[in-house]
């Protein structure tokens, strides 16, 4: 087998499963150290969908006086992670939501609900509405005590996958874009700089469903069989 950088592979195909991986690089499996990105993470998930971000998302400078603080989150899209090269923009999210991801009451959100109310028409043309969510819920509640902590992110699509750390802990990131949350005693540091090196690419781009233009969806349910480096894996057993 010849690829296009003119290298060569001998390999095997498989019978009746995806020939990605097999075609792509025949050297992935000595990747394999017995634990994966799933055994060390707490949880891989995109970003959140509201279903009316026209509402719900701003400019920070933009907010109304009427929106209390504490209802504002820092939140960042698949673009403007790779504008910003990072998480932390300019960009905030208006979030009825508290710190243990329950839809907050008129009462707690005061002002803020009124705000809310002026845009009443079209947060209640929703799918989420017609399906029982209360009318300035979000298409889904929020997992705020994964969210609300360091975790590492990443875009949805991506023609080169790369990975930033959001060590702040308050960045709420829009579908767009991934995140990954270590498990405790797992160095976020070590395990980024894993994830953006040329091995850890290498097994995307051999087991990732390929988009248009060449790009690859870095969907969770195949992240988590991504191999981990030795320490990672240690770090992981160290916490059984």
């Known amino acids: ?20 991986s097999s075609i792509r690089d025949a050297d992935v499996e000595d990747l394999q ?15 959140l ?11 920070r400078e933009d907010v109304p006086d009427a929106v209390g603080d504490e209802w504002v989150r820092p939140t960042v899209s698949g673009k403007q992670l790779r504008e910003f090269d990072g998480p932390y923009t300019d960009s905030v999210f208006v979030c009825p939501y508290t710190d243990d991801g329950e839809l907050a009451g008129e009462d707690e959100l005061g002002s803020t609900f009124e705000w809310l109310g002026e845009h009443r028409d079209r947060l209640e043309d929703r799918s989420c509405v017609e399906k029982g ?7 889904e509640n929020p997992p705020m005590q994964d969210l609300l902590q360091p975790k590492i992110v990443f875009r949805d699509i991506a023609k080169e996958p790369r990975f930033w750390p959001e060590d702040r802990g308050d960045v709420v990131p829009k579908h767009s874009v991934y995140y990954a949350v270590p498990r405790d005693g797992v ?10 090196s040329p091995e850890a690419r290498m097994w995307m781009e051999a087991h990732c469903q390929k988009a248009h ?9 195949v992240l988590r069989d991504l191999p981990v480096p030795k320490k990672c894996a240690e770090s992981y057993q160290a916490t059984l």
Not at 1 to 20: E, F, I, V, Y
Request: hydrophobic residues 30%; glycine residues 12%; proline residues 4%.
């Open 1 to 20: 087998m010849k690829l296009r950088d003119g290298s060569t592979h001998t390999t095997t195909l498989p019978g009746g499963d995806s020939w990605a």
């Open 33 to 47: 150290t017995g634990a994966t990105l799933g055994d060390i993470t707490e949880r891989i998930s995109p970003g």
């Open 49 to 59: 969908a509201t279903g009316a971000d026209k509402v719900f998302v701003m400019d």
């Open 133 to 139: 969510k209360r009318w300035y819920a979000w298409h």
């Open 187 to 196: 160095p976020m540091d070590e395990l980024i700089e894993y994830l953006n």
């Open 213 to 221: 233009n060449g790009y690859y969806r870095l969907q969770s349910r």
